[in-house]
């Protein structure tokens, strides 16, 4: 498995427990993200999440997210709920599509900050940045802040 592949699965368990407010997938995702850090963010390494095919499956993540979230969201509704529901077999009715909407948002936020922030160091890398701080510390810090204001108001809110 690559470590591309191995961040990418922690950040899901990371999202995931942050979005279920499940606390015993946290510290294994923490872990799991730790041991992988040096290889994940290293701008020269073919695993780093600067990597094109990364922002690639980011991408895919991302649109099934937001067809889900879109489909949970009309579920939700007030008028579209029986459309859904009919459409589903009866597997989405109001309460649970309100739920996996409100679900759903941590993993998309997390994973539209993981795709902006891949998108960002490739096209820093090919305009001639250098700066291995930048790789290393910068960007994965503005990734995580923004992942923590958004979880904050998804939990605020909600």
Do not use: W
Not at 42 to 67: C, E, G, M, W
Not at 76 to 85: I, K, M
Not at 108 to 133: A, D, E, Y
Request: hydrophobic share 50%; glycine share 6%.
């Amino acid at each position: 498995m690559r470590s591309s592949d191995l961040c990418l699965a922690s950040a899901v368990l990371l999202s995931m427990g942050a979005a279920l407010k499940f606390v015993p997938l946290l510290p294994v995702a923490l872990i799991l993200m730790v041991g992988q850090y040096k290889k994940a963010f290293n701008p020269v390494s073919k695993d780093s999440i600067y990597n094109p095919a990364v922002q690639r499956t980011t991408a895919y993540v991302l649109f099934a997210l937001a067809l889900l979230e879109g489909l949970t969201g009309f579920g939700a509704g007030p008028q579209t709920s029986t459309v859904v529901n009919e459409v589903t077999l009866g597997l989405l009715d109001r309460g649970t599509s309100l739920q996996l909407h409100l679900i759903l948002i941590a993993p998309l936020s997390f994973f539209f900050i993981v795709h902006s922030t891949s998108g960002l160091g490739n096209l820093m890398l090919r305009r001639g940045v250098k700066n291995p701080l930048v790789y290393s510390y910068l960007l994965p810090l503005s990734m995580v802040t923004l992942f923590v204001i958004a979880f904050y108001l998804d939990t605020l809110y909600f």
